[in-house]
């Protein structure tokens, strides 16, 4: 596990989202986005300190379905999961601590 840097393609169901029993990250974006490629390193950070977190990376846009479940607006947004529920969010993150904050919601151990 730990953090990824390709797109899963294809992008997940949402009922396998839910169904999803470890702590999970789905980082929502594109790759042309200028706020996507500058949180690409506060995000690698803060995954280096829960490598049991598994990370899943969604291509988002209009017409996607999984952004649209989760009501996604702007990029990067990524939603913590546990037990497939949503604990945490953080858009467009500029600060580590925003994404330790929510990293602790789902791997306090990390």
Same mark, same amino acid.
């Given at each position: ?32 986005? !200028?706020?996507?490629? *500058? ?6 950070? =803060?995954? &280096? ?6 990370? /899943? ?26 037990? !497939?529920?949503?604990? *945490? ?6 600060? =580590?601590? &925003? ?6 919601? /789902?791997?306090?151990?990390?």
């Amino acid at each position: 596990m730990g953090m990824t840097t390709a797109f899963t393609i294809p992008e997940p169901a949402r009922s396998a989202v839910d169904a999803m029993a470890e702590p999970t990250v789905i980082e929502f974006g594109t790759a042309w986005c !200028g706020f996507c490629r *500058a949180a690409q390193p506060l995000i690698e950070q =803060a995954f &280096a300190g829960h490598p049991d977190v598994r990370h /899943i990376k969604v291509e988002d846009g209009s017409g996607r379905p999984l952004g649209r479940s989760f009501r996604v607006k702007l990029w990067p947004t990524l939603v913590f999961l546990k037990d !497939g529920q949503e604990v *945490a969010r953080v858009v467009r993150p500029n600060t =580590a601590a &925003a994404l330790d904050q929510a990293f602790e919601q /789902i791997d306090p151990k990390g």
